[in-house]
């Protein structure tokens, strides 16, 4: 049907793009400043050369992997991100099955719409709930304890928001908290009838983890927004994160993390692991390409932890070109929410089927029968051009 005529995620984040009221849509797709990152990201890819071997027997490809000590069926996970039933009404549910489906790890966002204990019951996999160190110590503290009752089985703690990035998109359309109808952004939310008012209200209201704080604050549902804003802590330093570590006592992996030097400073802290991330390009522009931070990261921790690349991925052969400089695998955001938007649970699992195709092809083509045998001279960097 409609979603098979996707050959690849660009042309979902096109019908994504048809679908969405234009708020919406660059909210999803847009990043801070000048978005150089967030190109960058994806364009950083294109600098690496896959060196093949010939004639290899690749009629059997081995995938399997483990993230935050949980079984994976290839090496991809399901970044979280926030607000998703502004994209789709069945919101992280829908994303978190077709996870299931696909046997991959499921990040859940604090910010997410939907509470950690309704998608611990809904997803069985491996769950990973993103957690942030707020000024309330007791709120962080709060959901560890959520998180072990509910079965989660690891912790991404977010480090690269001390202050929310600069997303102009945004601010040209007037997609703040509560929305500003703009006359441009009102004519295109009147274009997409698809796109519900109850996704509007979930915009404004919706942080399903965190509103029984507010509620009782009893000022109402739009100081929402803002007390989650003043929980940001700005003054938060490495041994927060040795608290956070004791405090859960699983795995934890430290996602923002962008240089071979905190890389070692998250796991002297505690952490098992570190997502290299620069927020899909939302937060400090100018940052470099997580890719580029891949081996150096990883010659740093050396062989144990886990190292997961996270920003830019758009096909199945960047995962490869990742593993090949030395990533324990990649994590993924606005691929699936393009897939989201264009068609719920259905457009999120034909984003990961398109990316399984593409990685197993290039496994294939690549000469590579196993993950486990990708080498650094399946890789080649190119001069910048
Ligand atoms: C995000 N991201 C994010 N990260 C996080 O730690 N907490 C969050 O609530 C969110 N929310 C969020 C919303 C949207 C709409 C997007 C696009 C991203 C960042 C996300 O986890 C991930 O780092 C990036 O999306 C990775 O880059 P790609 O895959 O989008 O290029």
Redesign the pocket.
């Known amino acids: 049907k409609r979603l098979e005529r996707a050959y690849n995620i660009a042309d979902l984040r096109l019908m994504a793009r048809r679908r969405l009221p234009r708020p919406i849509f660059d ?3 847009g990043g801070a400043d000048d978005e150089v990152t ?1 190109a960058r ?2 364009s950083a890819f294109s600098r690496y050369e896959l060196v093949p071997d010939v004639l290899v027997d690749v009629s059997r490809i081995r995938t399997e992997t483990r993230m935050f000590g949980q079984p994976a069926a290839w090496p991809l996970m399901l ?5 998703n039933r502004m ?1 789709h009404g069945d919101a992280e549910l829908a994303v978190a099955r077709a996870a299931a489906r696909h046997g991959l790890p499921y ?1 859940l ?4 719409t939907t509470r950690l204990e309704d998608l611990a019951k809904a997803f069985g996999g491996p769950k990973i709930f ?1 957690i ?1 160190i707020f000024k309330d110590r007791g709120l962080t503290a709060e959901f560890v304890a959520r998180c072990k009752a509910a079965g989660f089985h690891g912790l ?1 703690l ?1 480090v ?2 001390p202050v929310a990035g600069n997303r102009e998109r945004d601010r040209v359309n007037g997609l703040a908290v509560p929305p500003r109808l703009t006359l441009r952004s009102m004519l295109s939310y009147a274009r997409h009838p698809g796109w519900s008012i109850p996704a509007l209200s979930a915009a404004r209201f919706d942080f399903a983890n965190v509103s029984h704080r507010v509620d009782a604050l009893a000022d109402g549902p739009m100081s929402l927004f803002d007390y989650i804003g003043g929980q940001f802590d700005r003054t938060l330093t490495w041994r927060d994160v040795e608290w956070l570590a004791a405090e859960w006592g699983g795995p934890l992996s430290i ?2 993390v962008m240089t071979p030097q905190d890389a070692k400073h998250a796991i002297a802290a505690g952490a098992t692991g570190v ?1 290299i ?6 937060q400090l522009d100018g940052a470099p390409a ?1 890719i580029d931070q891949v081996a150096p990261i990883r010659e740093a921790l050396g062989d144990g932890p886990d190292v997961i690349c ?5 096909r199945g052969s960047d995962v490869v070109k990742a593993l090949a400089l030395g990533a324990t695998g990649c ?5 699936y ?1 393009f897939g989201l938007a264009a068609g719920g649970e259905a457009g999120v699992d034909r984003a990961l089927t398109l990316l399984r195709e593409e990685f197993d092809r290039t496994m294939v083509l690549a000469g590579i029968a196993d993950i486990g045998e990708i080498q650094p001279r399946h890789i080649r960097g190119i001069s910048r051009g």
């Open positions: 909210y999803i797709d967030l990201n994806m970044s979280p991100t926030g607000l994209f990040g966002s604090t910010l997410g993103q942030y991404a977010t690269d928001t996602k923002g997502m991330s620069n927020h899909g390009g939302r997580p996270d920003g830019g991925i758009r994590s993924i955001g606005r691929p929410l």
